[in-house]
């Protein structure tokens, strides 16, 4: 019975660590087609009304937002873009975006969604909150908060206020090649 109870044991603690293990991996791959993601090139957006405030150097823009960047495009209800002029520099540069309502970010791989979402071009981070869900294929992650690293592709959840905790839903390859 000891012994019994024993490989019970072992087998738990190891299923927790393939889990374990399981979700940083798929987190990881989710997000693969925006690693090394170029934050240097031009951002196009477009909204149903713009007001430019110069002297605090933000620009409002409300009204199915969308913001495109290369390969990465992410639309809100209302963003607030935070940008820079360099002394001398005849164009500013944007610094950060942050959106709100209905924050949905989408690359060629994987959709992520949530209520509001952070892009701080200086520091190549997208931080997304308030019942975040990252899709990908059959896959899905659900949390509270994510942070995407644009340079590293690293993903970071962080639990969901309901449960504390994240949660995922991962597809099993088939294993049957009979079966579709």
Known sequence: MKTLLNILNL?????????????????????????????????DISADRMEVRQNENI?????????????????????TVYYEVA????????????ATGQFK???????AEGSWGVYDVKQRLVTMGGAVKLTRNENIITADRLV??????????????????????????????NQE
Do not use: W
């Open 11 to 43: 087998s738990a603690s190891l299923l927790v660590v393939i889990m374990i293990g399981a979700v940083p991996s798929q987190a990881q791959e989710a997000i693969s087609a925006l690693k090394n993601h170029d934050t240097s090139q031009p951002i």
């Open 59 to 79: 620009a409002l823009l409300i009204g199915k937002v969308q913001a495109i960047q290369g390969n990465m495009t992410f639309t809100a209800e209302r963003v």
């Open 87 to 98: 002394e001398g520099a005849s164009k500013p540069t944007i610094a950060r975006l942050d």
């Open 105 to 111: 970010l989408v690359s060629p791989t994987e959709v």
């Open 148 to 177: 995407l690293d644009l340079e590293t592709g690293v993903t970071n959840f962080d639990g969901r206020q309901d449960n504390g905790r994240v949660q995922g839903r991962f597809a099993v390859p088939n294993k049957n090649p």
